[in-house]
């Protein structure tokens, strides 16, 4: 994932469309909803989100969340 190019600008996530899977192959060939897209089109779970999220920011990419990916992820929601 290469974001935009350009640090300074946001990458964009958008919630993944219902019954969409998570492209990544450490599933084992298992199910498991896609919970985003992101800017670059890969659909990925909650547990690779993070992972990518986590690497885009400590290279300096501001994260801009859709409403309906803030809800999807339970952003801002207090249990």
Known sequence: MTGTGDS???YRVDVAPQG???EGWQHDGRYI???VVTEDG?????LH???VAAK???DGYRIDY?????LALRMGRRE
Do not use: D, F, K
């Open 8 to 10: 300074r600008m946001g």
């Open 20 to 22: 969409r899977g998570c």
């Open 33 to 35: 909803a896609a919970v």
């Open 42 to 46: 890969s659909h990925l779970c909650l």
């Open 49 to 51: 989100w993070n992972l």
């Open 56 to 58: 885009l920011q400590r």
């Open 66 to 70: 859709t409403p309906a990916a803030r």
